[in-house]
């Protein structure tokens, strides 16, 4: 049944250093509210636990795409209709494109945003994989001032981060991958639309002279957190993709994942989709594709 | 005089003479009285009407049309308003949100109400605190349910458990309900009801429950009431534990056929074991109510499909004059089959608004929705057919159980009896109780499980036979409209590029499959329509009928105005009130093949009328006289010297009265039924609807994901009224019976009883995203038994979705799919040969 709205607090910072402040005078005691779109389904279900939270959604020091030789810079508020929109992340970074257009329906790209998925910390979280294939760093701010971590490093556990209590995600940053990077994501949802992922991978990679020069595989709902595989990355690293690499691959990938049963499917689907996806994806890049 | 000897006095009166009472001597009422207690068959005149099917076969039959009805139609391309695609009259309301559904109820003073119900699936209650809700400064009203409404009654009520309260069955069994001022008081409140509960073991699963030393649903035998549309199987079947059965019955309803014989007689036999789930009605809107207690009666707001039935419903419950109870569905947001009832939301809200004396809203949130409103049985069929060499059927042998949870109905046998011609069939259809919450009627109950065991196997008879499956389906199958159905769907999907089983070579494959339905010409007699005539020319309909979102305003609206030569847009619908004449519970696809011959009726009495008041100022007779265009005029050639016209309006003008107004009941069909129930003003029609349909699936076989791609529907439904409606059901159905194949699946939790996906995140129904490119193709088929020869769709357009999905991947990857949802795991786990974990929506 749904929470007794009367029980909860809900404030709105003028500015970005109120909404620091907030956590800084009462470490634990705020929680951020940006799309909303992860904490009205707890709300709705009865199980919001926590009961203060501060807006976020207006604060202009989260928003905007930065675009450098480099690099891609993400405001924490982006939103997947923005992510969908923009030319440059339509051109470089296909598969968190796609990620963003297979993430819930219509109003939730509108309203949900990419540091809500990532702070949210959900293994099965679609924009995740992509943004580990992609190396992408996290500008995490406090009061006390930024720091950059690897998103490799963000997660540590089930639902659990990096992030101090009195930290925000401010930023996403990716590297622009070369223009001879291939990309492969494939997200395996029970529909097309509003569907949690059974399964979700990316998958980039530079071939040299035939062999495997750089490659990152990420996977989302295969362990207690969305993971980059890189022991299989290391099965792969310099070889030519033949059958038999793809086997080593396969074998390696089977013992670093590990996925569960739950209410949208089972480990045995989930390993076996897992081992098909990846075979997918080095298939294509055998073939050049 | 009563409405009723009204009725019979109008039906034996000349076609021509106009209405109202005529003058009666006394010795004619004596006569009368005579004449009501036989029953005689109702005056009537030979009439030639068409029958068959267009573009295949047609001819005109004789049927006995009774004196007061109009003359049949002719076929639908010579008339000008019915078989048009029209726009919903309501259309624009409710895109536009005007259109008022329950929820939208506001009355002066309502309050607002949530159900208490229980967390366990089976539990004595030992108590009940309601101290700390009713000292909430904002609860108004609290109420404790002393009768459960849905679940099966015990036989013998003194074998019921001792319990100050009634038992807990399942869990989200509504036990109270509390009314305060605001929603969230309400909400609160609730919370603050203190239920101490003595948990009882219990069993959800049916294959346990039909295990010996299950835990028991009803200490004793026990049948559900099918009086407000539960499930409700047949009463006083014998019942061993929680297994109520098997029901034993043959073809078309007779006694069992010698399937032993049939198989002895047989070349080949095929068999298998059919699995399908539970799948909840999930219509968008919930059910609610808001229910307005007065000294001088009950006026409820109720998102039903049977404002009569919840009348009767409540009137009862409440030891009510039926006069005194008045029902009200302006726009209703689907209901499948489970609204037919009051619910214990409505007996609920209702004692609520006794005891605060106000009105009380009470809508149903999504989880009581998925938990306790009702749901399509599920089933395990054992399924086995005998053929001879050349097809013809020797034998059809169906075993099937189902739970319909704490209710009953989980049979699955019409298909199998209904379908093919064959020399024996037998049927045994056995009901397992769980502690699940009750099944309802579901979009034809039985049929799409039923249909999913049957057209598989009658594929894999084909194959066996190596005969195209439909080509086999043209030596069984007697019906005339689905071999056209057949036919035409061949045609448009191109069947014969349908390649053999597997032969496409990448992971992604591709296949065609065919399904079909049968369904049943039901008539709910109790379909009674007032057409009015307003001296400014306006017309009005006013019926008890709701539109359940199948369209039967717009029906209604186009079949007044061709019999009065107007347009659908001139007619004023006033319908989903009980204060109107009774209108049919939406049900059995009923709802337009028994109003709308009403409709038609009060039209052509009301007709008739006018033309005698009109007639003089056009120097004629009234039977001379005719209506179209907006124009009365002489049924003459306007270039006529004779012709004469005055338009709609003027005529109206020359009412002697204000008003005038005529009413029409449905009347049997013409030629009678195959059999009518007297009690309930039911009559089961001669002849069945058929249906087929052709899917083209992708299936992925890496992933295991099923994609349709494409699906043909081919229906017919007697004579279509309104395609463009009728294509909306299809495509709705189509898309139900894709979600059934590929998603819906409520899952309890074997360990605590309870649902693990009671929301619409995790019970997934098929999105936009899922749709595929859908052609609906409606042949009409005209059989004559009444004035408008029209019949419904709703149900046969759902129920062989499921089965062709399931014969295009076999078509497309060699494997049989015998069990629903076809989940990505379950196809994957199938295409290695191995079955997928039960239980999980992978
Ligand atoms: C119908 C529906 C479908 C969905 N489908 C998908 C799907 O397909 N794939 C998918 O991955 N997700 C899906 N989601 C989940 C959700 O939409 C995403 O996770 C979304 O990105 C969350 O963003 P938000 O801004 O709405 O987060 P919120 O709900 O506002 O917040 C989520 C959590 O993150 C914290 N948070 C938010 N912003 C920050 C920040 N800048 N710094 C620190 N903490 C922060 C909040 O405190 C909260 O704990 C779906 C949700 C719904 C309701």
Known sequence: MRAYLPGYELVVPRDLAEALALLRDEPGAWKPFAGGTDLMVLFEAGRLAHRKFFSILQLPELRGVEETSEHVTLGALTTYTEVQRHATLRREFPMLCRAARETGGVAIQNRGTLGGNIANASPAADSPPALLAYDAQLELISAAGSRWVAYGDFHTGYKQTVMRPDELVARIRCPRPSTNAKQYARKVGTRRAQAISKICFAGLAEMFDGRVAEIRLAFGSVAPTVVRCRRTEAVLSGQKIDAATIRAARSELAVEIAPIDDVRSTAGYRLRVALNVLEEFLSRLAANE | ?842
């Open chain 2, 1 to 842: 005089m009563s409405e009723a000897q009204q009725d019979k006095a109008t039906t034996n009166a000349p076609a021509s003479a106009p209405t109202g009472e005529p003058p009666v001597p006394k010795a004619a009422v004596e006569e009368a009285k005579k004449a009501a207690n036989k029953k005689p068959e109702p005056a009537t005149r030979a009439q030639l009407v068409p029958a068959g099917i267009v573009g295949a076969k047609m001819s005109e039959i004789e049927r006995a049309v009774p004196l007061d009805e109009p003359p049949p139609l002719p076929l639908n391309s010579e008339l000008k308003v019915i078989g048009k695609r029209v726009p919903r009259v309501d259309g624009r309301l409710k895109v536009t949100g005007a259109a008022k559904y329950t929820a939208d109820v506001r009355l002066p003073g309502m309050l607002f109400a949530r159900m208490v119900t229980s967390p366990h699936p089976h539990a004595r209650i030992r108590s009940i605190d309601t101290s700390a809700a009713e000292a909430h400064r904002q609860v108004r009203a609290i109420h404790i349910l002393d009768r459960v409404l849905g679940n099966a009654e015990l036989r013998d009520k003194s074998k019921e458990l001792p319990a100050k309260f009634p038992i807990v069955r399942f869990a989200g069994q509504p036990i109270a309900a509390v009314a305060a001022t605001t929603q969230a008081a309400a909400d609160e409140a609730a919370r603050l009801v203190k239920v101490v509960y003595e948990p009882l073991p219990f069993v959800v699963d049916m294959d346990k429950a039909r295990e010996a030393g299950a835990p028991l649903v009803f200490p004793g035998p026990a049948d559900q009431s099918g009086s407000a549309g539960g499930g409700g199987g047949p009463a006083g079947v014998k019942q061993k534990g929680n297994v109520r059965g098997p029901v034993r019955s043959g073809p078309h309803g007779q006694p069992p056929g010698d399937v032993e014989k049939g198989f002895k007689e047989a070349d080949v036999i095929v068999e298998g074991e059919f699995r399908t789930q539970v799948q909840t009605h999930s219509a968008l809107e919930t059910h609610g109510v808001v229910a307005d207690w007065k000294p001088e009666g009950l006026t409820v707001y109720s998102s039903t499909q049977g404002t009569g039935s919840v009348r009767d419903e409540l009137a009862e419950i409440f030891k009510l004059k039926k006069s005194q109870v008045r029902v009200v569905t302006e726009f209703m947001g689907g209901g499948f089959g489970a609204k037919f009832g009051a619910g214990n939301y409505g007996a609920l809200a209702t004692h609520l608004s006794k005891k605060a004396g106000a009105p009380v809203r009470l809508m149903l949130d999504r989880k009581d929705e998925h938990l306790s409103t009702g749901n399509r049985p599920d089933s395990v069929q054992k399924l086995r057919i005998g053929a001879r060499r050349d097809g013809t059927l020797t034998a059809i042998h169906l075993q099937s159980y189902g739970t319909a949870g704490t209710g009953t109905g989980a049979g699955t046998a019409g298909p199998a009896q209904n379908m093919y011609e064959c020399s024996h069939i037998s049927t045994e259809e056995s009901d397992v109780f769980t502690h699940a919450g009750p099944a309802a009627a579901f979009r034809a109950p039985g049929h799409p499980q039923g249909c999913f065991a049957l057209e598989q196997l009658i594929d894999e008879l084909a194959e066996r036979l190596q005969v195209d499956p439909l080509a086999l389906r043209d030596k069984i199958d007697k019906s005339d409209a689905r071999r056209e159905e057949r036919r035409i769907g061949a045609e448009r999907v191109n069947w014969s590029r349908r390649h053999a089983p597997s032969a496409d070579k990448g992971a992604v494959k591709r296949g065609i499959g065919v399904a079909q339905a049968v369904w049943y010409r039901l008539i709910n007699l109790d379909s009674s329509v007032e057409v009015r005539l307003t001296r400014d020319g306006s017309v009005e309909l006013l019926s008890g009928v709701q539109d359940i979102g199948g369209g039967i305003r717009t029906a209604l609206a186009q079949v007044v105005a061709e019999e009065l030569g107007l347009k659908p847009t001139d007619i004023t619908l006033r319908i989903g009130d009980t204060a109107f004449p009774n209108g049919p519970a939406s049900g059995g696809s009923m709802t337009t093949g028994s109003i709308t011959p009403a409709a038609r009726n009060a039209a052509h009495k009301l007709k008739l009328q006018l033309l005698e008041q009109v007639a003089p100022a056009l120097d004629t007779t009234p039977d001379h006289l005719v209506m179209r265009d907006g124009v009365v005029s002489r049924d003459l050639p306007s270039t006529s010297k004779a012709y004469k016209s005055m338009t709609f309006k003027q005529a109206a003008a020359k009412l002697q009265t204000e008003q005038i107004a005529a009413r029409a009941s449905r009347n049997d069909d013409y030629g009678g039924f195959v059999f009518k129930n007297e009690k309930d003003a039911f009559g089961f029609g001669i002849g069945t609807y058929g249906g087929v349909q052709f899917v083209e699936v992708a299936v992925d076989t890496e992933t295991g994901i099923v994609k349709v791609e494409r699906v043909v529907a081919v229906h017919d439904c007697g004579r279509p009224i309104n395609p463009l409606a009728l294509e909306s059901q299809i495509n709705g159905g189509v898309l139900q019976g894709i979600s059934y194949a590929l998603y819906e699946n409520r899952i309890l939790d074997r360990n605590t009883g309870k649902m693990v996906n009671p929301n619409l995140e995790q019970y997934k129904i098929a999105g936009s995203r899922e749709t595929p490119v859908i052609e609906t193709i409606l042949i009409e088929e005209y059989v004559g038994r009444n004035s408008t020869d029209a019949g419904g769709i709703g149900e046969p357009s759902t129920i062989p979705t499921a089965a062709a999905i399931a014969n295009a991947v076999y078509n497309a990857t060699g494997v049989r799919m015998y069990e629903i949802p076809m989940t990505p795991a379950h196809v994957l786990a199938a295409l290695k040969g191995g079955a997928a974990k039960k239980g999980v929506n992978a």
